[in-house]
């Protein structure tokens, strides 16, 4: 086997084609501005009908969105945030920096991700918000959570991240909770040149709101002036009460490669769906390498490839599989999200203590393999090949 080609993670997970590149160029050489301007405005207007959502603030990442999720939903010390501790970082430090308390709630084991059975034990007289992971793609199940949400008056933030496009019984994710976060990092289905991000409200009045907190407090004057120039070009406001602004801009550039991506991103997501059922069908002998399970209503964007490896019946464990396909079959797998609980910096804020056995039983055996948009039929053969050839290995 050592005479095969190393496969690993690429750093962009979807190339611009000829038409975006030229966009890029033409706001670069042409644009008025490059940031914050017609492009990003038009971004915004676009992001919203394709979403279907009351309002959209483009913003520089999803960590600014969810930023914003957690200014707007007035979340402070005495609060408590219901949240996965399987997730990226990003999802849980806006709330951390409230000084609210996250509360750890599990996964499902099959879908792998939020349980709302889980949410329901968390929720206190103190919680005040859910932060919903469509994790690896997968949208979760909104509607026992929106459920949950109405009958504790509590609000709902989407972490819509890896998920762009991803639909839960018709609906896009990002509109159905109060608010949704988007990223379009370059390891993204989209991407707006690196970073870039959505947030996106139900209530258009916090779309308001959200560009104020946006640019530094910069705001038109609102009454009538006799002169442009006076007493300035722009005032300077409080954004809500007892909040100082921020700078979350998109740049211009990105919009215009955002707005060209945005059109075809179902596309992208349907090649990812066909991508990931060929693995599926070419692996189905080998139930101890398990993938997500998608649940009836759900549209998986792929952001991932995830799978738990159940290696107890042969002696082996993920670390073996994983240590295997590396030296013998050269596919470079990972695993991904380590539990925030067990980091050392929520360790350190005092949120160690979680009873999350589904996340535990599937971070300890789950594995991440190399994936991306538009991958030949033949590379997910050969990939499909490598993990079988592995998986009859560890049964002996």
Same mark, same amino acid.
């Given at each position: 086997?050592?005479n095969?080609e !190393?496969?690993?993670f690429?750093?962009v997970?979807t190339r611009?084609?000829? /038409?975006? /590149?030229q966009a890029?160029?033409r706001?670069?050489?042409?644009g008025?501005?490059?940031?914050?301007?017609?492009e990003?405005?038009q971004f915004e207007k676009?992001?919203?009908e394709?979403?279907g959502c009351?309002?959209?603030?483009?913003v520089c990442n999803?960590?600014?969105?969810?930023?914003?999720?957690?200014? !707007?939903?007035d %979340?402070?010390?005495?609060d408590?945030?219901?949240?996965?501790?399987?997730t990226?970082?990003?999802t849980?430090? &806006?709330?951390? =920096?409230?000084?609210?308390?996250?509360?750890?709630?599990?996964?499902?084991?099959?879908? =792998?991700? !939020?349980s709302?059975?889980?949410?329901?034990?968390q929720i206190?007289?103190k919680?005040?918000a859910?932060?919903?992971?469509? !994790?690896?793609?997968?949208?979760a199940d909104?509607d026992?959570i929106m459920?949950?949400?109405?009958?504790?008056?509590?609000?709902?933030? /989407?972490?819509c991240?890896?998920a762009p496009?991803?639909?839960?019984?018709g609906?896009?994710?990002?509109?159905i909770?109060?608010? @949704?976060?988007?990223?379009?990092?370059?390891?993204?289905?989209?991407?707006?040149? @690196?970073?870039?991000?959505?947030?996106t409200v139900?209530n258009p009045e916090?779309?308001?709101? @959200? =560009?104020?907190?946006r640019?530094?407090?910069?705001? &038109?004057?609102e009454?009538?002036r006799?002169?442009?120039?006076?007493?300035?070009?722009?005032?300077?406001?409080e954004?809500i &009460?007892?909040?100082l602004p921020?700078n979350?801009?998109?740049? /211009?550039?990105?919009a215009?490669v @955002? =707005?060209l991506?945005?059109k075809r991103?179902?596309? %992208?997501n349907e090649?990812?769906?066909c991508?990931a059922g060929?693995l599926?069908?070419?692996l189905?002998?080998y139930?101890?390498?398990?993938?997500?399970?998608?649940p009836d209503g759900?549209e998986?964007a792929?952001?991932?490839?995830?799978?738990?490896?159940d290696?107890?019946?042969?002696g082996k464990?993920?670390?073996?599989l994983?240590?295997l396909l590396?030296?013998?079959?050269?596919?470079?797998?990972?695993?991904?999200?380590?539990p925030?609980?067990?980091?050392e910096?929520?360790?350190?804020l005092?949120?160690?203590?979680?009873?999350i056995?589904?996340?535990d039983r599937?971070f300890?055996n789950?594995?991440?393999i190399?994936?991306w948009s538009d991958?030949p039929?033949e590379?997910?053969?050969?990939i499909?090949?490598?993990?079988?050839g592995a998986?009859?290995d560890?049964r002996g």
């Amino acid at each position: 086997m050592s005479n095969m080609e !190393l496969i690993t993670f690429p750093a962009v997970q979807t190339r611009l084609n000829v /038409e975006e /590149e030229q966009a890029l160029l033409r706001v670069v050489r042409e644009g008025s501005v490059l940031a914050i301007g017609p492009e990003a405005e038009q971004f915004e207007k676009e992001w919203t009908e394709y979403i279907g959502c009351g309002d959209t603030v483009a913003v520089c990442n999803c960590s600014s969105a969810l930023e914003l999720a957690a200014i !707007l939903s007035d %979340i402070g010390p005495g609060d408590e945030v219901i949240l996965p501790a399987h997730t990226f970082v990003a999802t849980a430090v &806006p709330f951390a =920096r409230t000084g609210a308390t996250l509360c750890w709630a599990d996964i499902d084991p099959d879908s =792998r991700v !939020l349980s709302a059975e889980s949410i329901a034990t968390q929720i206190t007289d103190k919680t005040k918000a859910i932060v919903v992971v469509h !994790l690896y793609g997968l949208p979760a199940d909104m509607d026992a959570i929106m459920s949950l949400a109405t009958k504790h008056n509590l609000l709902v933030i /989407e972490d819509c991240a890896q998920a762009p496009g991803a639909r839960y019984h018709g609906k896009r994710v990002g509109s159905i909770g109060d608010f @949704g976060c988007f990223s379009f990092h370059a390891q993204k289905n989209i991407t707006t040149l @690196g970073e870039g991000g959505m947030f996106t409200v139900r209530n258009p009045e916090h779309g308001v709101q @959200g =560009r104020r907190l946006r640019w530094m407090g910069n705001w &038109p004057f609102e009454e009538k002036r006799q002169h442009y120039w006076l007493p300035a070009m722009a005032n300077v406001v409080e954004p809500i &009460p007892g909040q100082l602004p921020h700078n979350f801009c998109m740049g /211009e550039p990105n919009a215009a490669v @955002g =707005r060209l991506l945005m059109k075809r991103l179902d596309a %992208i997501n349907e090649r990812r769906r066909c991508q990931a059922g060929r693995l599926r069908n070419a692996l189905s002998d080998y139930p101890e390498f398990s993938l997500q399970h998608t649940p009836d209503g759900c549209e998986h964007a792929y952001h991932l490839m995830t799978a738990r490896y159940d290696g107890n019946p042969y002696g082996k464990n993920r670390d073996d599989l994983i240590q295997l396909l590396l030296d013998k079959y050269q596919l470079k797998c990972i695993i991904q999200y380590w539990p925030l609980c067990r980091t050392e910096l929520f360790k350190k804020l005092g949120f160690a203590k979680a009873d999350i056995p589904h996340t535990d039983r599937f971070f300890d055996n789950m594995i991440s393999i190399p994936w991306w948009s538009d991958m030949p039929d033949e590379l997910i053969d050969d990939i499909a090949r490598r993990l079988a050839g592995a998986l009859d290995d560890m049964r002996g």
